[in-house]
């Protein structure tokens, strides 16, 4: 069975620090390329953060390009995503996911919630 | 980025009759290698997303054969046939052909 867990959410003050993780299972975790969405409270879907499957390409969206940066452990399975500097409007609940834009397996976590507020 | 506009924003249903949801792009969503990533996905109220259709027009596994998607260039559409309980929630379309992946706003399906 596929899993997808986060962990690493939570309350953390305006220009704090966040590390979020996520425990791969069931698949080849180490041939997926994986990505981090975020879902604000009420809102839609936005895409945070793509990382290869051998960690040779990452890409982020502008809002948070600079401030958080993708890696992944594949000797463990393990997704991660640090957050440096974070704002009021980061607050969501992040999923970690599979290459969704794709036509690969289908892969999401039950997501992580960060609220940024003083 | 590419924008992509969803309608409509909300869709009433009657249970066991169709409803159709538009997805349209500015620009094509052909990529270069011939392929078109444009996917759906559905998300029930306190769960996660769940990807319906790939490539335009193919369902995953397990997805009933009452969800199907059409289109191309720049129009989509997905279609549910004989809307059931179970497909409540909020419909999203997402193109991987421009990076950045965007999204569409999302259109919330509710019954009558």
């Known amino acids: 069975e596929v899993q997808l867990v986060e962990s690493g959410g939570g309350l953390v003050q305006p220009g704090g620090s966040l590390g979020l993780s996520c425990a791969a299972s069931g698949f080849s975790f180490s041939t997926q390329s994986m990505t981090w969405v975020r879902q604000a409270p009420g809102k839609g879907l936005e895409w945070v953060a793509f990382i290869s499957g051998g960690s040779d390409t990452t890409d982020y969206a502008e809002s948070v390009k600079g401030r958080f940066t993708i890696s992944r452990d594949n000797s463990k399975n393990m997704l991660y995503l640090q957050m440096n500097s974070l704002r009021t409007d980061d607050s969501a609940r992040y999923y970690c996911a599979g290459a969704i834009w794709s036509a690969n397996d289908d892969y999401w976590g039950q997501g992580t919630p960060v609220t940024v507020s003083s | ?112």
Request: hydrophobic letters at 30%; charged letters at 20%; aromatic letters at 8%.
């Open chain 2, 1 to 112: 980025d590419v924008v992509l506009t969803q309608s409509p924003l909300s869709l009433p249903v009657t249970l066991g009759q169709s409803a159709s949801i538009s997805c349209r792009s500015r620009q094509s969503l052909r990529h270069s290698d011939g392929n078109t990533y444009l996917n759906w996905f559905h998300q029930r109220p306190g769960q996660s997303p769940r990807r319906l259709i790939y490539g335009v027009s193919n369902r995953d596994s397990g997805v009933p054969d009452r969800f199907s998607g059409s289109g191309s260039g720049t129009d989509f559409t997905l279609k549910i046939s004989r809307v059931e309980a179970e497909d409540v929630g909020v419909y999203y379309c997402l193109q991987g052909t421009h990076w950045p992946l965007t999204f569409g706003g999302g259109t919330k399906v509710e019954i009558k």
